[in-house]
């Protein structure tokens, strides 16, 4: 079983920064890819960034050159948030995706964090 924990939420404002933590463990044998999504009150979850394995990392367009992912080790991912918006405020989520100790594909999400960018 893998579980996925998300810390670093919090109350900002406009123009501050935060740090969102994603800690997977258990039977894992390899994460192939680690993800953010967020979801705002009313709308759809969204995919925010991507990293994978070898490091490749994508952005949704409305956080390009604002938001910055990285692993810190192979179970772990950090999104840094910088130049934050009223309009980043969202429950943001970690998603980890790869294959257990018996080579099962796992897909993993944690409960969520809070990032609130109020004046």
Request: proline share 3%; charged share 15%; glycine share 10%.
């Amino acid at each position: 079983q893998v579980q996925v924990v998300e810390s670093g939420g919090g109350l900002v404002q406009p123009g501050g920064s935060l740090r969102l933590s994603c800690a997977a463990s258990g039977t894992i044998f390899s994460i192939y890819v680690m993800c953010w999504y967020r979801q705002a009150p009313g709308k759809q979850r969204e995919l925010v960034a991507t990293i994978s394995s070898g490091g490749n990392t994508n952005y949704a367009d409305s956080v390009k050159g604002r938001f910055t992912i990285s692993r810190d080790n192979a179970k772990n991912t950090i999104l840094q948030m910088n130049s934050l918006k009223p309009e980043d405020t969202a429950v943001y989520y970690c998603n980890a995706r790869g294959s257990d100790l018996r080579r099962t594909v796992f897909d993993s999400w944690g409960q969520g964090t809070q990032v609130t960018v109020s004046s």
